[in-house]
């Protein structure tokens, strides 16, 4: 099996004296879905934004298929990992297909980008649109969606990209559970059918068993806890990292692991 | 499909309208002209008075107010998407108190040349260059400090030109003019330099459409999409100073072009960068001719600048774009 992206004894040190992140060493294989939780402020949105990096770590290494991810040009960067934020705002209208087609900015040429040949071949597009179900929203201001249609757009928009690697920081927040299990199927289909490798940051304990094929905890800029939802959700740590006296459960049809409020 | 064809008629009506508008522009002055007559002298220059006038006064005039029209405008496009502030224009980041104090240096010391558009074109960007020097952080250069930056470079350019000003009390005039912002006794000199400037920096810009269309989306989002975020935002910014500045060479200060006109044609049209900025540069052109026809027509006081013309039409509606956009929530408290 190919190693999609090493983590190697990374650190950062936040600014203000707000601590340090790290070090961290961790590795996701190929065609994994890993759950990347934690409590507020445990580093998640850091670790994303180094591995992505937007953020300039201090020290260590992040390879994505055997590269260093900071030797990559941005284009080069952009066709092997993609980002899907948790909410994003513009005051400018865009439709959304134009926000999807975005996707494939790191794929232009400079020939494309001097000729008047904006368009991507409508085929690749469509596929994406119908995946993500934008199809009939396509010609719509981007800005004036509700929050699971701008999800599925900015999704679609990483989809174009052709990265095998995505990141995605809280996909469901402040998505109603009918919105949120759609895009959790989605993401869950994209890594078993189309061999996509996919970090996310998640909250929800009670669900992220469900979908996930291996959690990594994080606690005060630590990687605490790591393996699959069985080992973690069921270790003893958890309630402390949380402060919580959450409960092991079972899905009553699946019978995958699951915390539970008190 | 519906969109392709109103880009197409947004198109096709802007450069139309600009044909009219240049058109009219001969035709129209103390002296009006026949169409008929300017068609011929166009074709066969004769040396007569008529042909001198539409050749050496009039058409580059005109060409010079359809110029700083579309490269103000372009230029406060480029500017909107670099700050993700759709009321951001070319002279936000500092670069008309810098032209301002560049065109005073220049008149107070160097008297004797004509240097006062050269100076206000190095003034301009040398003041731009600084507040963006001033703004670099960590990794990014955050937008908002570049737009407190400018105008904080601005206050102080500009109280330096005012000190300077006071010094020297016969300048006044020809700077306070030169600060209204004008297109009067402009010749094809002036057309040439500036167009040649206007054309460099827009073959510059024109391949960043896609990146501008990206960094609406914010400065993360862009990097993610593969955009060399900083070292784009430089170029653009850079480009779109010299754009600015080569506006600013032949007219002086005309304000609220590149504001609103970048403004309107988003409201049209929408904001992919590939569209925008042909068409604002098309309507930027069609509206400061057209206003430069309007400030050579007003009955009584002759002709007036055609800054004042675009702070007339401009301003009020800035003000309205303002009121409205507070009223639907736009920006935070």
Known sequence: ?262 | MTRTKRTLGNFLGAGLALCLVLILGVMHGPTAIPLPIILDRLVHPNGSVTSVIIWDIRLPEVAAAALVGGGLSVAGAVMQALLKNPLADPYIVGASAGAGLGATLAEEFVPLLNMMAPGAFIGALAAVLLSYLLSRGRGTTSMLTLILAGYAVGVILTSVTTFLMLMNRQDLSTIFAWEIGGIDGVTWTHVVLSGVLMGISLIVIWPFAHDMNALLLGEEQAHHLGVPVRRVQFILLVAASLLTAAAVYISGLIGFVGLVIPHIVRRLNGSNHRQLLPLAFLVGAVFLALAEILAESIPVVGPIPVGLVTAFLGGPYFLYLLVKQNRQGAWPA
Do not use: C
């Open chain 1, 1 to 262: 099996m190919t190693t999609m992206l090493e983590i190697d004894h990374v650190t950062y040190q936040w600014p203000g004296g707000q601590g340090q992140l790290g070090p961290i060493t961790a590795a996701i294989d190929r065609g994994q879905l890993i759950g990347l939780m934690g409590p507020n402020g445990a580093g998640k949105s850091t670790l994303l934004k180094l591995i992505g990096s937007f953020w300039p770590k201090d020290a260590g290494h992040i390879q994505i298929l055997g590269q260093d991810v900071r030797r990559l040009s941005a284009p080069e960067r952009a066709q092997r990992l993609a980002f899907v934020p948790q909410t994003l705002s513009t005051q400018f209208d865009l439709t959304v297909r134009e926000v999807v087609e975005l996707g494939r900015l790191s794929q232009r040429s400079w020939r494309d980008r001097f000729l008047f040949r904006g368009r991507m071949s409508s085929g690749g597009l469509d596929a994406i649109l119908d995946a993500t179900e934008l199809r009939g929203l396509q010609d719509r201001p981007f800005n004036a969606l509700s929050g699971g249609e701008a999800r599925r757009v900015l999704l679609a928009s990483a989809l174009a990209q052709k990265a095998p690697l995505l990141l995605l920081d809280e996909p469901t927040a402040h998505l109603d559970p009918g919105h949120a299990v759609k895009f959790l199927n989605l993401v869950r289909k994209m890594v078993d059918e189309d061999g996509m490798t996919v970090l996310m940051a998640y909250h929800d304990l009670a669900t992220v068993g469900l979908y996930t094929d291996a959690l990594w905890v994080m606690d005060q800029g630590q990687l605490v806890l790591q393996g699959s939802p069985e080992t973690v959700l069921t270790d003893p740590k958890i309630r402390a990292i949380y402060h919580a006296d959450l409960l092991p459960m079972r899905h009553p049809t699946t019978n995958r692991p699951m915390l539970i409020f008190p």
